[in-house]
């Protein structure tokens, strides 16, 4: 394309591929820029371009394809500067100067093997490859993670059902009904509470709280401090069960559970809401 003539259709797709020389290339976007119809006709090869990088096989070069493949243009370059014609800039450059031309510089005419253009689309389709198989490993390793999170998940849900198992159905397991107190009408409880293990077990239907305060496990030992066994927040509605770990071998006279504030506190403090003694 020269002088506003139109792209030539077998121009597009080397276009598009950047298979063309730079001047070229330059020149024919510039039309493209300014023409409608040539600009259409670019982008749709851009396109045809995209889906035969696509569709390119992958294999992987042998060890020896570099060496072999600089070798070919190494020997492309040699014959094609010994068979040819030399250019008139050429002739100039290699000429005897005369005393005339001392101050002048011939130029020298640069040639592009065709084996320069023939690998720049085989670089894009390698590029294109590259980042498709990116995206692929990226997915697989999210796809990954999430499994391993999910098999931890199971394994813990796992374990706690059988630590749920083992508590209830040992001889030693007791089980404590907690009544509510004149604070907290229409409330209750229960606990299952194994001093061996060194576990506390409990569920209870209390309303829910107002923002700022939770309600707080313990266990009321028979000599010293009451000991927490967690702070919980029941669902309006619905019976939930709680776990903690407490001393082992602790022997309890009582349960209670009390209003604190959010995040519990080392003794109680709040008023009493549901109460049973073991």
């Not at 229409?186 to 606990?191: E, F, I, L, P, R």
């Not at 509470?193 to 030992?221: D, H, I, R």
């Not at 504030?261 to 009493?272: D, E, F, L």
Request: aromatic letters at 6%; charged letters at 20%; a neutral charge.
């Amino acid at each position: 394309m020269t002088n506003g003539e139109h792209i030539r259709d077998e121009e597009f797709l080397l276009l598009a591929a950047g298979a063309l020389p730079e001047e070229e290339c330059a020149a024919q976007r510039a039309h493209a820029a300014g023409c409608a119809e040539c600009a259409a006709k670019l982008a749709e090869a851009r396109g045809q371009a995209a889906v035969l990088a696509f569709l390119a096989p992958q294999e992987r070069p042998a060890a020896t394809i570099k060496a072999e493949l600089f070798a070919r243009i190494r020997a492309e370059r040699e014959a094609d500067h010994r068979y040819r014609w030399p250019t008139k800039s050429e002739k100039e450059v290699s000429a005897p100067k005369t005393a005339e031309g001392l101050g002048r510089t011939g130029a020298v005419t640069t040639r592009h093997p065709k084996w320069e253009w023939v690998l720049v689309p085989v670089a894009v389709a390698l590029l294109v490859a590259a980042v498709v198989e990116w995206r692929e490993n990226q997915r697989l390793s999210t796809e990954l993670g999430n499994a391993n999170r999910q098999i931890v998940d199971l394994m813990n849900e796992r374990q706690r059902t059988q630590m749920l198992v083992d508590v209830l159905s040992a001889g030693d397991t007791v089980s404590v009904k907690l009544a509510s107190t004149p604070e907290m009408a229409k409330a209750w409880g229960t606990v299952q509470y194994n001093a061996g293990k060194g576990m506390v077990l409990y569920s209870a239907v209390l309303p829910p709280l107002p923002e700022g305060k939770t309600y707080q496990m313990w266990l009321v030992p028979k000599s010293g401090a009451p000991i927490s066994a967690g702070v919980f927040s029941p669902a309006h509605g619905a019976r939930q069960l709680w776990t903690a770990e407490v001393p082992l071998n602790t022997e309890v006279k009582a349960f209670a559970v009390t209003i604190e504030p959010a995040g519990g506190v080392p003794q109680p403090t709040g008023p009493k809401v549901l109460l049973g003694a073991s």
